[in-house]
């Protein structure tokens, strides 16, 4: 496989043909954020938040081919502000009351939000979705209220699990996240399934029933770490 | 799978379901014309239907219904027999909807969005139709009606009532007319200006035969000599986009027709398929010649369905006559065919990736670029989409040669240019000019001389003012799709504004951030200008955030929905600074008091003694 270099930030890395900007800059121990994207899932696309300028122009990290002489800027005050705008957004669309949702503090929107320093008054308006919770299965519930569309548990059941479990449904803003029958105990879903595990699920919409709190708030991962800290810690040892 | 009561549902009970899979081979490539065949058969795709077909076509149900409840003509509610779908463009809507909307809610006795209680009647709204030359006009089931007034549509009402069919609306011997006698019926044509490509007289097939003289690699010469660039709006080399389809190593490869035209105040290729459907698949049987295509597909956007029976003809008659099939033109190895996609109302569908997710029997989602269509494109092969308007042209070329035909227009802009014109002038209807005409110069000819703004290119275009109507319509200035909607001084600006995000709003597929969300915010804050309630840093909110969109948007949906309120923001700015006051209640204008405790007043069951004056006295 050929490899050639390109520079993110100004540090040249390497690269090879078939990588995504991101797939070169996560093997380099260059953290891009990201929220749809995640190890092991095809990629998506969806979320925008990798946006990056690769030679001046607006792209996302997550799909663009890495290119031998690429310059991409990834952390400017500019491509920032972009990200927070669309964090923003995911907040406004769902209810995100961090303070009641179990996922706090592994949460990967609310770990976003702190990272691109999301801390004033956001500007926009809220839009309360009202969607039932469903809790009709004995092991998982369901809350989409919380849903960002990021669509990981529906790549994940299909491509690991090879189940189906999960699709979109609706277009635009009423584009949702549904389950294969008319709840989700009338799916093959399983509490040991890949789609249902704590990694896939950046927020608090997939809940794992009788697991919650096992571990107290202000000791999950990113209540002691900023979020991409793995990949920077590649870097940095 | 694990299998539960509603998935019981046995094949045996839907065997018309199972039929229409069959039709199509229960190819799940072939979704959305099983989708629209329940429906038509149904008024609505049932979840019952949703998991015949889905067992018929080997996907999961939740993969059927992302399909269904993608597109605005399919539904899951029971649809009426008779579903009235009225064109709510804003050309539309000044050319007097409210009054038709009114008369067919009291004839009807339903309201709109709704069916009548017999599943007679529906009653709903689409966005722009393709008929603005011709407003108000709406769809009934498959027939078009234009040019509605109160009185027609109360005639309208009782025919149907009294048993007749939406056809017979249109002729009492409509199944003895030909399919163009049909069209024309239906809708007018009004060619205001025939140029010298496409709308005066054109032989038969001439540059098919010419091009049999040519090779491959010389077509692509004489399409990319001639300057064409794609007349659908990004204006991208049609000879440079054969050139990578042809170039790139593949078994099969596809030529696609984009005949969705949804953007607003955009018809003219309604014209053409009518007028020219022959010169249409010409072009596409030059372009698969050219890079080695065998299969065709044009895609007519699900509006346009009266037109479907009319190109069917068209297609089956090339095949007869030998120009389409095998051994064209009885050439061996030139083999070539093609087959109508119907859509099914969904503007995005335009954007090439979402047109060939479509045809794929998918949501109408665009791909991810790269790879790019001409690499791999329908089913992971090189594929060559191109509107309507650009492959009739190529036809022309190849019969005419590029020199004449660059030798058309501007520098950059070669050729001649089918432009739409409606809204408040006096021959709304198609023009067939050279580029370079300024906007001035086609409004004194459609007779818009008073027009106090031109929307140019439609909603993702540009809206200018009276100052600078002498701009030209060429790529290098005023680049547009051909939608030119005029509107005179009595025309609201803001009112026009907020309808266009409304259209952006609704036509987004949701699958990026940006666009599915930003423009609903969009909405909102142009609402608040509307209503008196917005401050001056709202200005530069409506900058900021349209800004953000059209830099992370992943399609070109998202990358232009901004730009009504762009474009009205520099050329219209006190349109904007006229609403900015200062407010009542002494609060931030911004921030509106009375929506803000309507909630606690109702939660409360009191009002306000503060904001509600009168209470407590
Ligand atoms: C949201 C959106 C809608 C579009 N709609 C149409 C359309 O209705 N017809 C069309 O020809 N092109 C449309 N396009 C442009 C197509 O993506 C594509 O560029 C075009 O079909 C290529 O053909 P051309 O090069 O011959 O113009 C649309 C693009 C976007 C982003
Ligand atoms: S910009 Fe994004 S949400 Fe909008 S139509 Fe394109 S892909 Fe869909
Ligand atoms: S991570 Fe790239 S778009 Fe979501």
């Known amino acids: 496989m050929s490899t050639f270099r390109l520079t993110i930030d100004g540090v040249e890395i390497e690269a090879s043909e078939g990588q995504t900007i991101m797939d070169a800059a996560d093997a380099a121990g260059i953290y891009i954020p990201r929220l749809c994207d995640h190890e092991g899932l095809r990629h998506q696309g969806g979320c925008r938040v990798c946006t990056v300028k690769a030679n001046g122009r607006s792209v996302s990290a997550c799909t663009q081919p890495a290119e031998p002489g690429l310059t991409v800027d990834n952390e400017t005050p500019h491509i920032n502000k972009l990200r927070r705008d669309l964090v923003e957004m995911l907040f406004h669309e769902g209810n995100h009351l961090c303070p009641i949702c179990e996922a706090s503090g592994n949460c990967e929107l609310q770990a976003m939000a702190y990272r691109l320093d999301m801390t004033a008054p956001t500007k926009f308006p809220y839009l309360e979705p009202c969607r039932p919770v469903d809790a009709s299965h004995p092991d998982i519930a369901l809350d989409t209220n919380r849903c960002i569309s990021c669509g990981r548990c529906i790549r994940a059941s299909q491509d690991v699990d090879g189940k189906g479990v999960f699709g979109y449904v609706g277009r635009g803003i009423h584009r949702q996240v549904a389950v294969n029958g008319p709840d989700l105990a009338h799916t093959d879903a399983d509490i040991s399934d890949f789609a249902i595990s704590q990694e896939v699920c950046p927020v608090g919409c997939i809940i794992r029933k009788r697991q919650g709190f096992a571990r107290p708030i202000g000791e999950r991962e990113f209540d002691r770490n900023l979020i991409g800290h793995k990949i920077n810690g590649k870097r940095d040892d | ?617």
């Open chain 2, 1 to 617: 799978m694990h299998v539960t009561d509603t998935q019981l549902t046995q094949a045996s009970n839907w065997p018309d379901v199972v039929g229409i899979c069959e039709t199509y081979a229960n190819d799940p490539h072939r979704m959305l014309d099983i989708l629209r065949a329940i429906q038509d058969r149904y008024r609505h795709i049932s979840q019952e239907a949703m998991e015949v077909v889905a067992r018929q076509t080997g996907l999961s149900k939740i993969a059927v219904e992302g399909v269904a409840s993608f597109y605005a003509f399919l539904s899951s509610d029971p649809k009426g027999r008779i579903t009235i779908r009225l064109c709510d463009d804003i050309v539309d809507r000044f050319a007097g909807l409210t009054e038709i909307v009114e008369a067919f809610e009291s004839e009807l006795g339903i309201r709109m969005d709704e069916t009548s209680p017999d599943g007679t009647f529906s009653l709903e709204y689409t966005p722009c139709i393709g008929m603005c030359d011709q407003a108000p006009a709406a769809m009934v089931n498959d027939v078009i009606l234009t040019h509605l007034t109160p009185e027609k549509v109360r005639e309208i009402v009782a025919r149907l009532k009294s048993g007749e069919r939406p056809e017979d609306l249109i002729s009492h011997r409509f199944d003895e007319l030909s399919p163009r006698e049909r069209a024309d019926r239906m809708v007018d044509g009004n060619i205001r200006h025939a140029g010298a490509v496409l709308l005066g007289p054109v032989p038969e097939d001439a540059g098919l035969k010419a091009s049999l003289n040519l090779t491959p690699a010389q077509i692509i010469d004489t399409v990319e000599a001639s300057g064409l660039r794609g007349c659908g709006g990004a204006g991208f080399s049609a000879g440079r986009k054969w050139r990578f389809a042809a170039e790139t190593d593949a078994e099969r490869r596809f030529i696609i027709c984009n005949a969705d035209e949804g953007e607003p105040g955009t018809f003219k290729d309604r014209v053409l398929l009518t007028e020219r459907p022959h010169l249409l698949v010409e072009g596409m049987t030059i372009a698969a010649r050219a890079v080695g295509a065998r299969e065709g597909i044009i895609y007519l956007r699900g509006e346009y369905v009266y037109l479907r029976e009319l190109i069917e003809e068209v297609l089956a008659d090339r095949r007869e006559r030998g120009l389409l099939g095998d051994r064209i033109l009885g050439e061996d190895g030139f083999d070539f065919d093609i087959r109508l996609q119907m859509g099914a109302g969904a503007y995005v569908c335009g954007e090439e990736g979402a047109l060939i997710s479509s045809c794929e029997g998918l949501p109408g989602e665009p791909k991810t670029r790269p790879p790019y269509p001409v690499t791999r494109g329908y089913l992971g092969f090189p594929t060559v989409v191109n509107n309507v308007e650009t492959l009739c042209h190529v036809a022309r070329i190849l019969d005419r040669g590029s020199k004449w035909f660059f030798g058309m227009g501007t520098e950059g802009s070669h050729g001649t240019k089918l432009f739409s014109v409606s809204g408040d002038c006096r021959n709304p209807g198609v023009y067939e000019l050279p580029y370079g005409h300024s906007v001035a110069e086609l409004l004194e000819m459609a007779g818009g001389e008073e027009a106090a703004a031109v929307l140019v290119g439609g909603p993702s275009g540009t809206m200018i003012a009276r100052d600078t109507f002498d701009r030209k319509l060429t790529f290098d200035d005023l680049a547009t799709g051909g939608a030119i909607v005029v509107f005179s001084r009595e025309r609201n600006i803001l009112e026009i504004v907020e309808y266009y995000m409304s259209f952006f709003v609704h036509e987004s597929c949701g699958y990026c951030t940006p666009c599915r969300v930003g423009n609903v915010f969009l909405q909102k804050a142009v609402g608040k200008f509307r209503k008196g309630l917005a401050n001056q840093a709202d200005i530069e909110y409506l900058r900021d955030l349209s800004a953000t969109i059209i830099e992370t948007s992943r399609c070109g949906l998202g990358m232009t929905s901004p730009n009504p309120i762009l474009s009205t923001l520099e050329n219209f700015p006190l349109v904007y600074s006229a609403m900015v006051k200062p407010s009542k209640d002494r609060t931030r204008a911004t921030f509106d008091i009375q929506s803000a405790i309507s909630d606690a007043r109702h939660l409360a069951k009191r009002r306000s003694y503060i904001f509600d004056r009168d209470f407590g006295e």
